[in-house]
């Protein structure tokens, strides 16, 4: 039955994920960072026993900190309004799970299952220009594209891959391979064929895409899956690997140059070689080890676009593609030490176990290094928000107003 809480949670785990890379929010200079801020606080405000652990919020000063201090060494490379905004996201995604509390996995999945279906009807209408009448009707999204609220239809840039609601395929897969992780390895309430159900669809939507990155998650993750995941038999997993290639077999040609010949490019680029996307990441990471070297403390967002221009390949506006060596250049040793060892905590924290704690945080990093935009987005920042939210000693200290069993650690992708 949909309630209002169903509805608010829908809404609440919606914007997380609009907030988190989306066309429409990229063209709006911020403004929706701030409508979503006040949405999610009301909502924490209104829904919630209206207390924050002292954890976070001692977390969320050394963090704020850090970057505050970081401003200063630079300069004011890095801004007052980045300070925050950063600050701004992670507290939006620290709301929105407070808030939603136990029901955030499925409602993340069921939302994640929509999107893709929806997807998967627009990347098709894409594909081969249907109902071109209709979707020139829908609202427009600036020049790239129509609607972009459950799918950005005509996009140009990615016409041919599904990009979904986001600016890049690439961006889009993690939420899809976030969605199937959860499936395999948390706890919930749907049946076995609701799950094998709403993986297929997930599956099918990340081949559309096209990701190299996002081929290389899902490889480490079905690896995982056919070591640690109950949601299959031992024989239905003999199953699934028959499957799994005979749908490489029959998406051999885009998977060759997806996936291998894009990874070889990227292996074997040479320092100033470019002309493909995996040559041009390949020197981007090459470029800013420079300039990490030469400031190990961090140089700062304008003379690190300077110094990124100067040595690297040609100048643009943000500098690299990958997410993990640009946080070192610009932020420093210190800064990326205590923000990627962030990650690895909370995702220790919440999975418990080794081995798959290790690995999601593999596939944490792979995602942030194909891309830049996200190593402090609220997607990112709710990775670590959820180990305050979802910590059994804290909410024996902090109960929510929503009296469902919160879940314990192990439940938690």
């Not at 002292?54 to 060494?73: C, H, K, N, P, Q």
């Amino acid at each position: 039955m949909i309630t209002q809480r169903v509805v608010i949670n829908w809404v609440l785990v919606y914007l997380l994920l609009f907030l988190s890379g989306t066309w429409r929010f990229n063209l709006s200079a911020n403004k929706y960072l701030v409508l979503g801020f006040l949405v999610a606080l009301t909502a924490w405000f209104l829904f919630t026993d209206r207390k924050i652990s002292d954890r976070f919020l001692f977390y969320a000063i050394v963090f704020t900190g850090f970057l505050f201090s970081l401003s200063l060494y630079t300069g004011g490379g890095i801004t007052l309004l980045s300070v925050i905004s950063a600050l701004m996201k992670l507290l939006i995604a620290y709301f929105i799970l407070k808030t939603v509390g136990s029901s955030f996995t499925e409602t993340y999945i069921k939302l994640v299952v929509f999107l893709a279906v929806v997807s998967l009807f627009g990347y098709t209408t894409d594909k081969f220009y249907l109902f071109e009448g209709l979707v020139r009707k829908l609202p427009p999204v600036d020049e790239y594209g129509f609607e972009g609220i459950f799918y950005l239809y005509r996009f140009p840039w990615h016409i041919e891959r599904n990009n979904s609601i986001f600016f890049e395929p690439g961006a889009y897969q993690v939420f899809l391979n976030a969605a199937l992780f959860m499936l395999f390895f948390a706890k919930t309430s749907f049946g076995s064929r609701t799950i094998w159900v709403y993986i297929t669809i997930l599956v099918a939507t990340l081949v559309t895409a096209f990701s190299t990155t996002g081929f290389l998650i899902f490889a480490v993750m079905f690896f995982l899956f056919l070591l640690k995941s109950q949601v299959a038999s031992f024989t239905g997993k003999i199953v699934i690997i028959g499957i799994f290639f005979v749908v490489v077999g029959a998406f051999s040609t885009q998977f060759y140059s997806t996936f291998i010949v894009k990874l070889n490019d990227y292996l074997t680029a040479g320092e100033f070689e470019t002309g493909g996307s995996a040559r041009s990441r390949s020197n981007d990471s090459m470029t800013d080890l420079k300039i990490f070297r030469k400031h190990i403390f961090g140089v700062g967002y304008d003379n690190y676009v300077k110094e990124f221009s100067s040595v690297g390949r040609v100048f643009v506006e943000e500098g690299s593609s990958n997410g993990v060596t640009r946080t070192l250049a610009v932020m420093g040793l210190p800064f990326s030490l205590f923000l990627f060892g962030s990650f690895y905590w909370a995702i220790k924290k919440l999975l418990g176990d080794f081995m798959l704690a290790s690995a999601a945080f593999g596939m944490v990093i792979l995602f942030l290094a194909g891309e830049s935009y996200y190593v402090i987005t609220p997607v990112s920042m709710a990775i670590i928000a959820a180990a305050f939210v979802f910590d059994r000693r804290s909410e024996k200290r902090e109960p929510q107003r929503d009296t469902r069993e919160l879940p314990n650690q192990a439940e938690w992708p």
